[in-house]
Each structure stands twice: as structure tokens, then as C-alpha cells.
């Protein structure tokens, strides 16, 4: 074989590479730009959570600059989409007073929630001697004199959707449900077991994906 010979078969062999690495590349494109279309097409929607109610069974804040508490919720959550289930990886939970943390973070066990179905946990959350401001401390103590403390029970999580047999990378989800705590004789709880206040809320959390 002569050398030109041998140029024009390494030529060759070149050409077929190249195509080769072409037609997978524009098999990727293909597949990419399908997914997007069928993800634009069906408009994932974010989940719907509500807080149903509040189990207190310790709020103590007597002590200057801690706080000990002891709660459990009830949380709901609805995935309003037709076609489009969720995957929940992660899902923490835990309360805040003046957005600071007040709480252990609380684990909910990983889940999949298929088209417009409805899961329901009841957690409980708690924190024991946890350090708050000084001006915090001050105020949750006037708050709770004037029968009226106003926390926030967060979720923070990963999410994936699931469309047929695609299923998207992970999404950070943020949930904030407002909860109001009364005590004294303005409390709106009833009383369940020896220690235990509960209050009904079904309050809309603000979700963010």
C-alpha cells in the first residue's frame, strides 16, 4: 500500500468518526429539545401545602435567652397536576420565631406523590433549651404575656418531577406556613391528654420551587 494510499484510508476513517460523533450529538439535541417541549407543554405546578393544626405539648420560654418546645403538625400536600407526579427526596421541617430557628430539623421520609394525590404527615418538631436573641427572648416573653405568639413552621427540601418516564434533576422547595400559638384565656386550642394543647389552623402555606 503506498503512502498516499494510506493518507486517504486515515482520511476516511476520520470522515466516519466525525459522523459518527455528529449523529449522537444531534440524537442528544433531538431528545433534549423533546423533553423541553413536553415540559413546556404540561406546565408543571408547584405543590399545594396546607397546615392543618398544631399539637403543643411544651412552650417555655421562662428562662432569659432560651426557649425549650415541644410541638406536633399536621401537614398536608396536594400535587394539583394532571400528567406530572413528584418525587419528595428531602423534606425537613422545623419552627421559626422572628426567622430565627427554634427547632430541631425533622426528617420526612423520602416519597412519591402521583397525579393530584393528597399525602398527610404528622411530624413532630422540638427543640430543648435552644439559645434565642436577647430582644427576641424580650419580645416572645411580652407575646406570650399578651396571650399571642406568632411562628412560622418551614419546610426546605428537594424535589424531582416525573413525566412519563423522564424524571427531571432535583429542585429546591421552600415551604412557610404561618402558625399562631394563643394561650391564657385567649387560647383557641382544646385540650388533648394532660399536656397537650391543639389548634386547628388549615392555614395555605407560601410555597417556591
Known amino acids: 500500500m503506498s503512502v498516499k494510499e494510506c493518507g486517504n484510508h486515515g482520511k476516511h476513517r476520520r470522515k466516519i468518526f466525525r459522523r459518527i460523533i455528529a449523529g449522537i450529538l444531534i440524537f442528544l439535541l433531538i431528545v ?5 417541549v413536553i415540559w413546556a407543554i404540561l406546565r408543571p405546578s408547584k405543590p399545594r401545602f396546607i397546615l392543618q393544626d398544631t399539637t403543643v405539648y411544651a412552650f417555655n420560654a421562662s428562662t432569659p435567652n432560651l426557649l425549650t418546645s415541644n410541638f406536633q403538625i399536621t401537614l398536608s400536600s396536594r400535587n394539583p397536576n394532571d400528567r406530572i407526579g413528584i418525587y419528595y427526596d428531602r423534606l425537613d421541617v422545623y419552627a421559626t420565631y422572628n426567622n430565627q430557628q427554634i427547632t430541631l430539623r425533622t426528617s420526612i421520609p423520602p416519597t412519591y406523590q402521583g ?10 418538631i422540638n427543640g430543648n433549651s435552644v439559645p434565642i ?3 427576641f427572648s424580650a419580645s416572645l416573653g411580652s407575646q406570650q ?11 426546605d427540601g428537594r424535589v424531582r418531577w416525573k413525566v412519563g418516564a423522564f424524571v ?3 429542585y429546591h422547595i421552600y ?3 404561618p402558625a399562631y400559638i394563643t394561650f391564657g384565656s385567649r387560647s383557641t386550642g382544646v385540650i ?3 399536656n397537650a394543647i391543639k389548634y386547628q389552623f388549615v392555614t ?6
Do not use: M, Q
Open 32 to 36: 433534549l429539545i423533546t423533553i423541553l
Open 115 to 124: 397525579h393530584n394525590e393528597i399525602n398527610v404527615w404528622s411530624p413532630f
Open 133 to 135: 436573641a436577647p430582644d
Open 145 to 155: 404575656a399578651a396571650g399571642s405568639v406568632y411562628l412560622i413552621i418551614k419546610i
Open 168 to 170: 427531571s434533576g432535583r
Open 175 to 177: 415551604v412557610r406556613c
Open 192 to 194: 388533648v391528654g394532660e
Open 204 to 209: 395555605r402555606c407560601s410555597v417556591s420551587v
